[in-house]
């Protein structure tokens, strides 16, 4: 196969992938279109695969370390016939779909190893490339990477291995793109010169124009004449290769076309016919059979209990736009400060844009720089997804921040099921057991927009020591109002009234210890599930069960007392959470058999698995966590 048939090809590649990017409503188009060529040569060229036995021990192992980049990837294997263009194409991204937003080795064959944030790739190929070593096979191993994943600790570390193991069977391939979430990589956080860096390391370099098949193919047949030393190939590209809007913006690194930007992109890719009517109709056919099998009722779809839609995140970036002028506070994030709302910070005033500041990916760095900012008396705020910044940092925060109670506060965002599309490597379902363990350290996961903006102030200003704030990303009802009470540490109790025009008035919220009624059943939740129990509580309210719905909106420190008034004074307590269930679940009931409370208590959470990419709202029905699933738990569990 020629250089002009691998070019044809990489440019399918970018058609199949913009297709699929449409169809999902998100995606990473940028890194896909940049890494086309780099991963048609490999597949078609370079590596050794057979489609027919995608676990041949014989094969070379790719590994894609930019996993954000895998529509590219995706469309590479279906063209090489592990499994069907259009059944990714029309899937991808979707509620129990086998192509996740970032891959999973044990759904989709072809994929060498799960996973989704930066780093991890090239530790595994260089496991992957020492096994080949040990056990005397003739397997060779590649791992592409982006240039902003260059920011990451983990990826050094590897490449140190590599050369140490003297691995000349692993070829390790930079796309150098130029860009990242946050902005151009040399802004963000410079990596450059990669080529001198890789030298110094003990691998050979190899650069090379990432979109000239000839000067891939040449740099390919370099590595493999080299011994002694493992190889990096810096492939210079351009973001958005391809399509002329798409080239060289950055906001065009997380965002779907819609289908007037997609046609246009097929048109200048000469791929108009890759866009079918029976495609449109099989898209349309999975997005009804998801519909169907994953009731949903919209908020605001009835004539009443009408609510107003925000992200809780935004609640968190209106309080850093108010208090941000507070020249004591210091933000610090890692290459999602937009999406974390820490450029809310100097929104509306530029002159604190001095105070907020990048690390690049590399979350263990964020969370040292806010210790270090801490120790020297500012208010630290770190700020990335919650599975980065409680996951990836975890040790840093416990060991750095929470020991010598560090006045660090981390804007968690992102957490949960409801991350929704980026899929289980994305959603954070395990932090409230591992932030609530760690000593020193608050924990608060609001269930709104307004509960959110009140609890950050307070946390960032008057809380004097570390506090995670887990948020959440999607738009959800706002259930509380501007009235409502708010105590730091002290759950919320929301009674419902009766049916009415607005969701919020139809509930009267009160701190939990002035709360004075008489419920058959007490729902602990936090978080974006709150407004789910509340919408339960009014169906259950139709059948004559008076529902109590605490809101534990500080996880730690716990409201005790109100969890023990709460068994008390019902019959049956179920605990909600968007998390692994046990997390909340286990809090509560540690609380109860500590004072030796005799009450039925039933746990719902996400069952010991991984979350998966899809709608937000599916997921929550899918994994028993929305209203009718909350409704349905409590009239089983009463009517025993």
């Known amino acids: 196969m020629d250089s002009s048939e691998l070019k044809r090809i990489a440019d399918d590649v970018r058609a199949n992938a913009l297709i699929a990017i449409y169809f999902a409503g998100s995606g990473h188009p940028g890194g896909s279109l940049s890494a086309a060529e780099i991963l048609a ?33 995706y469309a590479v294997l279906a063209l090489k016939g592990f499994f069907s263009m259009e059944e990714f194409q029309t899937t991808l991204r979707k509620t129990d779909s086998s192509f996740q937003g970032h891959p999973h080795m044990l759904d989709t064959p072809g994929i060498e190893m799960s996973g989704g944030s930066l780093g991890h790739g090239l530790p595994a190929a260089v496991g992957s490339a020492l096994n080949a070593k040990l056990a005397v096979k003739g397997y060779r191993v590649y791992c592409v990477m982006g240039d902003g994943e260059q920011e990451e600790g983990s990826i050094w570390e590897a490449v140190m291995a590599a050369a140490h193991y003297e691995l000349d069977n692993l070829c390790g391939i930079v796309d150098a793109n130029r860009l990242q979430i946050d902005g151009p990589v040399k802004k963000v956080m410079n990596v450059e010169p990669l080529p001198e860096k890789y030298r110094a390391f003990g691998w050979h370099v190899v650069e090379c124009d990432g979109h000239d098949v000839q000067a891939l193919l040449n740099a390919f047949a370099e590595a493999r004449a080299t011994k002694g030393k493992p190889t990096a190939i810096i492939a210079r590209t351009v973001k958005g290769k391809g399509v002329s809007f798409m080239e060289n913006e950055v906001g065009w690194h997380g965002k779907a076309p819609d289908r007037k930007q997609l046609l246009k992109a097929l048109k200048e890719l000469g791929r108009e016919d890759f866009f079918t009517k029976q495609l449109e109709d099989k898209a349309a056919g999975v997005k009804a059979r998801l519909q169907g099998k994953f009731v949903v009722t919209p908020w605001n779809s009835g004539g009443t209990m009408k609510v107003e839609l925000k992200a809780i995140r935004d609640g968190a970036g209106e309080c850093l736009k108010e208090i941000g002028c507070d020249e004591r506070i210091v933000a610090v994030g890692a290459d999602l400060n937009s999406s974390v709302k820490l450029t809310s910070l100097c929104e509306d005033h530029s002159e604190n844009a001095e105070r907020l500041l990048d690390a690049g990916v590399a979350e263990q760095d964020m969370m040292g720089i806010a210790a270090g900012l801490a120790k020297e008396g500012r208010i630290a705020i770190a700020g990335s997804f919650s599975i980065f910044a409680t996951g990836r940092a975890w040790e840093f925060l416990r060991t750095s921040v929470c020991y010598p109670k560090l006045n660090v506060k981390v804007i968690a965002s992102h957490g949960g099921l409801t991350v929704g599309e980026d899929g289980a490597t994305h959603q954070s379902l395990e932090d409230f057991s591992t932030t609530t363990i760690i000593p020193n350290l608050g924990v608060f996961v609001p269930c709104d927009y307004l509960e959110a903006k009140k609890g950050s102030r307070k946390a960032i200003l008057d809380v004097k020591g570390p506090v995670v704030l887990r948020l959440g990303r999607v738009n959800t009802p706002v259930v509380t109002r501007e009235d409502a009470p708010f105590v730091y540490g002290k759950a919320n109790v929301a009674s419902f009234k009766g049916e009415a025009k607005n969701l919020v008035d139809a509930f009267e919220w009160e701190l939990a210890s002035e709360h004075k009624g008489s419920e058959d059943v007490a729902i602990v939740a936090c978080g974006v599930v709150v407004p789910e129990a509340m919408h339960a509580a009014w169906q259950l309210s139709k059948q004559g069960v008076k529902a109590r719905i605490v809101n534990v909106h500080t996880l730690k420190p716990l409201d005790e007392d109100a969890v023990l008034r709460a068994a008390k004074e019902t019959k049956l307590v179920v605990s909600v959470e968007e998390h692994q269930v046990g997390g909340l679940g286990n809090l509560v009931a540690g609380v109860l058999t500590r004072n030796a409370v005799p009450t039925k208590q039933v746990m719902l959470g996400v069952a010991d698995k991984f979350g998966e990419s899809g709608d937000p709202n599916q997921l929550l029905a899918k994994y028993g966590l929305n209203a009718e699933s909350i409704r349905k738990a409590v009239e089983k569990n009463l009517s025993r």
């Open 41 to 73: 040569t490999l597949y078609f060229k370079e590596a050794k695969t057979d489609s027919s036995k995608p676990g041949w021990d014989g094969r070379d192992r790719v590994f894609l370390s930019a996993q954000h980049k895998c529509p590219a990837q």
